[in-house]
Nanobody
Framework: QVQLVESGGGLVRAGGSLRLSCAAS????????MGWFRQAPGKEREFVAA????????YYSDSVKGRFTISRDNAKNTVYLQMNSLKPEDTAVYYC?????????????????WGQGTQVTVSS
């Protein structure tokens, strides 16, 4: 019953911006942490950003700190990833995920549900 639906991916030039959205259904959204991961061709899925459900504290990978911002709108059951100053190395499929128990957030295995992914391509 839990479903995560991502949108907002596309093609953008280096230095540009995109905002990804992930709409959740089938659970109490505000009680779950939400996260964004990405996977480039031939690479493992890696952590990008997370926001806790309890206090909305945010976490980022070193590669995106200062450029990406995660936020949530509990009234709309939606989490966002604002991506600025995009680089070609940001090119990947971006996935949203949720989890109930907070823990080692950087690990893929700790997250409970995943969206289908949305492609982000940054041209040089």
């Amino acid at each position: 019953q839990v479903q995560l639906v991502e949108s907002g991916g596309g093609l953008v030039r280096a230095g540009g911006s995109l905002r990804l959205s992930c709409a959740a259904s089938g659970r109490t959204f505000s009680s779950y942490a939400m996260g964004w991961f990405r996977q480039a061709p031939g690479k493992e899925r890696e952590f990008v950003a997370a926001i806790r459900g309890s206090d909305t504290r945010t976490y980022y990978s070193d590669s995106v700190k200062g450029r990406f911002t995660i936020s949530r709108d509990n009234a709309k059951n939606t989490v966002y990833l604002q991506m600025n100053s995009l680089k070609p190395e940001d090119t990947a499929v971006y996935y949203c995920a949720d989890r109930y128990r907070w823990g080692v957030y950087q690990n893929v295995m700790g997250w409970d549900y995943w969206g289908q992914g949305t492609q982000v391509t940054v041209s040089s």
